[in-house]
């Protein structure tokens, strides 16, 4: 069964840091692009981060510099550390599969359930 469990959300004041995971059974993580998605209440899903199968990777403007994708195919696990969160940040984070890596969310056929993050004082 394809399967992709995130953990790691949670709640964490402004400057904060959260590290996110994501495991993939039922697949192999590393012949696959993967990236990192998120959605605030009432706003549509948007691309955070991605990483290609040969380790590339490509950040939204509104984290580059704070926020790290990464990936480690033994465990068949991906990750993304954020650092200096901000309220805006507040989202459920998704990560997902796709043939090709892509800030689309159109382009990912394999999506897990989602992490809360929330960045409040």
């Known amino acids: 069964q394809v399967q992709l469990v995130e953990s790691g959300g949670g709640l964490v004041q402004p400057g904060g840091s959260l590290r996110l995971s994501c495991a993939a059974s039922?697949?192999?993580?590393?012949?696959?692009?993967m990236g990192w998605f998120r959605q605030a209440p009432g706003k549509e899903r948007e691309f955070v981060a991605a990483?290609?199968?040969?380790?590339?990777?490509n950040y939204a403007d509104s984290v580059k510099g704070r926020f790290t994708i990464s990936r480690d195919n033994p465990k068949n696990t991906v990750y993304l550390q954020m650092n200096s969160l901000k309220p805006q940040d507040t989202a459920v984070y998704y990560c997902a599969a796709a043939v090709e890596s892509s800030k689309n969310v159109g382009d990912y056929s394999r999506w897990g359930q989602g992490t809360q993050v929330t960045v409040s004082s």
């Open positions: 990483i290609r199968w040969n380790g590339a990777t």
């Open positions: 039922g697949f192999t993580l590393s012949s696959n692009s």
